[in-house]
């Protein structure tokens, strides 16, 4: 008896955890449009393949790999498979990448798709079933490895420090205390203690997109936790600070592969 085939796509979240959403899902066929969102997307197959658009190549996943699309890089994603594919998939924070590994280049894994033993078993348990809790300790501890794996797995090394990551980190919070106006990169590097250019260089570097696009992402982090809490489409891009449903509709299928009046249905609201 083969594996029963699904007849409809769906998607399960995890309860978020500090900078680490959870995700698993199943698609017949076509998955979703060509996107980048600013964080790690680090996960495996459970079953079928897994075809995806990565640097200009048609990459696949299949069971026993591990998948790491770096922040902002774009791909798409589909099934070339007849049963489909199912896949668990996590998506990391490069900050909290940062945190671990002390303000290093990000690593970068060749491909989209690696055969790295190391890093499959230090992604075992953030990748395990959504059904099984992960222990805040656990969690952390999981990271820890995982940010290990991938600097270790990207084989760069680092021989001279040319960026300032303090500053940039100070940055980053400054985004967060601001996300319901607008702010300038003047401002940032005021409150970073650091040239305004020197500091956006720095920031593409050490968090893996632009300060600009790092604010978007924040708020469509609102966006979907408000849409997941039952509100309409128009009430949570005017409490994100979008200008209006459109323009949140436009950032997150650009973001997500996917409009949000998808996304809402595969989560069964």
């Known amino acids: ?27 017949a066929g076509f998955a979703f449009d060509p996107h980048r969102h600013d964080t790690y997307a680090i996960g495996r197959t459970l079953f079928g393949v897994q075809s995806f658009h990565y640097r200009g ?25 007849v049963e489909g594919f199912k896949y668990r998939m996590i998506y990391v924070e490069p900050a909290l990448i940062q945190q671990i590994l002390g303000g290093k280049p990000l690593p970068f894994i060749p491909g989209g798709v690696t055969n790295d033993p190391w890093l499959f078993r230090a992604s075992e348990v953030l990748l395990q079933s959504l059904d099984c809790p992960i222990d805040p300790l656990q969690e952390q501890d999981a990271m820890f490895d995982l940010a290990q794996a991938l600097s270790n797995a990207s084989g760069v090394i680092t021989s001279r420090k040319t960026f300032d990551y303090v500053a940039t980190e100070r940055a980053r919070e400054f985004i967060h205390s601001a996300l319901g106006r607008s702010i300038t990169l003047d401002e940032m590097a005021d409150h970073a203690g650091r040239d305004r250019w020197a500091l956006s260089r720095d920031f593409r570097l050490l968090f893996g997109t632009s300060p600009y696009r790092y604010l978007t992402m924040r708020r469509l982090d609102l966006v979907r936790s408000l849409l ?20 949140m509709t436009r950032q997150f299928r650009s973001t997500y592969g996917m409009p949000p009046s998808r996304w809402v249905k595969m989560l069964g609201r």
């Open 1 to 27: 008896m083969g594996k029963p085939i699904p007849t409809l796509d769906w998607l399960h979240r995890a309860p978020h955890a500090s900078g680490l959403d959870r995700i698993e899902a199943y698609f």
């Open 57 to 81: 190549c048609m990459t696949h996943s299949l069971p026993g790999t591990t998948m790491v699309i770096h922040p902002d890089e774009t791909h798409d994603g589909r099934a070339s498979s």
């Open 228 to 247: 997941a809490q039952g509100q309409s489409l128009v009430d949570a891009a005017m409490t994100a600070g979008f200008t209006d449903q459109s323009h």
